[in-house]
């Protein structure tokens, strides 16, 4: 599945961690990471998975997990480890723009990015804080609520707020949350830098094994690469 990510024209791939309590999830992701834990997914073994996957060549990997993981695992062994899996860095989105100094000690010596997230109850300074302090790129959320491709992203809100950010902040923006269709991504990036597409992904090849879910992955991927009217990595 990493691989078809990377051949089929992702520019980054977020790859979870499976936790037993995921509060930004919404049904698709919770239920795959139950699926991932029952089936023996640890820590461990998703830093084994990226670490396959960057030594074949996949785009920059940021892991995806909640703050008790890293805690339980240790920060200081946690960035080791990334930094030894050749990934990125991580999205840890339930750590506060207060306490994310415990992780950036942690990650910054070691090169390793920390994407922070906006929501659409942040008020605009705090979101300008936020921003600053995000590493790479600062994660827009879409609309209220927990990930799902059900419902679509909220796109005159985000408008106006990737607007109001632009006049503040230079950081990248990527939009996440409800984006699922190859329109969502086109209108996203009119606006943004980036669109983030988890649960779309999930649904696409959820009850599905080997081949047919990378083809399944594969064909979803191109469609929305191709709506971002840009070049694909490497061209």
Known sequence: MLAAAASAGADVIELGIPYGDPLADGPTIAAAAQRALQGGMTLDGALVLARQAASDGAPPILMFTYFNPVVQYGIERFADAMLAAGVAGAIVPDVPLEETGVLRAEFAPRGLALPLLIAPTTPLERAVEIAEAS?????????????????????????ARIAELRERSTRPIAVGFGISTPEHV???CALADGAIVGSALI?????????????????????????????RPGA
């Open 186 to 188: 086109r209108a996203v």
């Open 135 to 159: 590493d790479g790129f600062v994660y827009l959320v879409s609309r209220l609520g927990v990930t799902s491709a059900a419902r679509g992203p909220d796109l005159d809100w985000i408008a």
């Open 203 to 231: 649904d696409a090849y959820f009850g599905t094994l080997g081949a047919e879910a990378t083809a399944r992955s594969t064909k979803l991927i191109e469609a929305l690469r191709a709506a971002t009217g840009g070049p």
